[in-house]
């Protein structure tokens, strides 16, 4: 790692999951019983059948997923995260989780990159309920992810209806953590 | 279709993205990140999606229409939130997953619980990453405030379903 370039990795934005931690292990774990499991009740045939299934998947779903990481990478450098907590952290009221809201829904990324975000936002002054907003419109709402995979795997009318009731949650959240830590 | 039209959007945004970063250094910077982000991700997307399709092979279609399927009511939402609980984040593994338990039975309202809870409250997410950056008192209120969203959407899809 010698040119690591300077506008991630002094940001929370940049940090990466290694390739290969814990979280790695237990998949892969997941995946051996799974193979042994599809080999014993099915054939070992299936296994192959099915593993090349998928990566063809991941194939057809490259670009999309190219797309997304491009989009998560600029984002920080269009809209620098220190900026952007200020910002959060000077508005802890109900109008800050509204806007938190829309944040949390639409800043691309995965968990390395929105919890590191969120800590940010702690720093600067936002408040329990804001966090809270903020955590849980990506949790159920984050664009990037229902983009890239939701849609890829599961009925657009069920995505539809997950998506539309999920849609107030969290700024009613917001609202209730606001009115409780107060 | 859905991902000749996602990847027709998302390919748009990048164009747009791609435009609005203006100078030369700042798209090279985001590229790198690009490349860092694959290397760090192909070997898990691989894993994941090796994983969710041999998953969805094993699913026996009769358990998941007794215990998710439409005559599942409460029981039925309870056991998909601690199913989602379970599942590891990465959102191919539970999303391959819930289209597989569609497929084999499942109702909507269960599916969408289990999918609610897995992505506010998936083990692997909450210990490995939201510990560490947030901290178990951040946690423990988020989850106070939260955990009865599951439950309730799905509740109110059901609702939905049969009105």
Redesign the interface.
Known sequence: MTHSSKNTAETPHGQHPKGFDASFMILATICLIAAIGVAWTKSPTDVVRISLESLGFLALLSPKIFCGFFIAAAVPILIPPDQLAHWVGKDSGPRGVVVVSFAGALIPGGPTMIFPLAANFRLAGASTATLISFVTAWNLLGVNRTVIWEISFLPIEFVTLRVLLCLPVPILVGFAAHRIFR | M??V???L???L??AW??Q??ETNS?RQ??????R????????????????????A??LPANIVQHYLGHTSGLNGLLIACALGMLT??????S??L??GA?KAGAA?PT??AY??AW??FSL??VI???L???GPR?IL??VA??FP?PLL?GG??MW?AQA
């Open positions: 859905n991902i039209i996602g990847t959007v998302l390919g945004l990048a993205v791609w609005k970063l700042h910077d985001a590229l790198r990140t690009v860092r982000m694959v290397r760090s991700n192909l070997p898990r997307l691989v894993i994941a999606l090796i994983t969710a399709g041999l998953l092979e094993l590891p984040g990465g959102g191919f593994v999303f391959a819930a289209a569609l909507t599916m969408i999918l609610l992505s506010q692997t997410k490995a990453e939201e560490i950056f947030l951040f209120t988020r405030v939260t969203i959407i109110i899809a939905l």
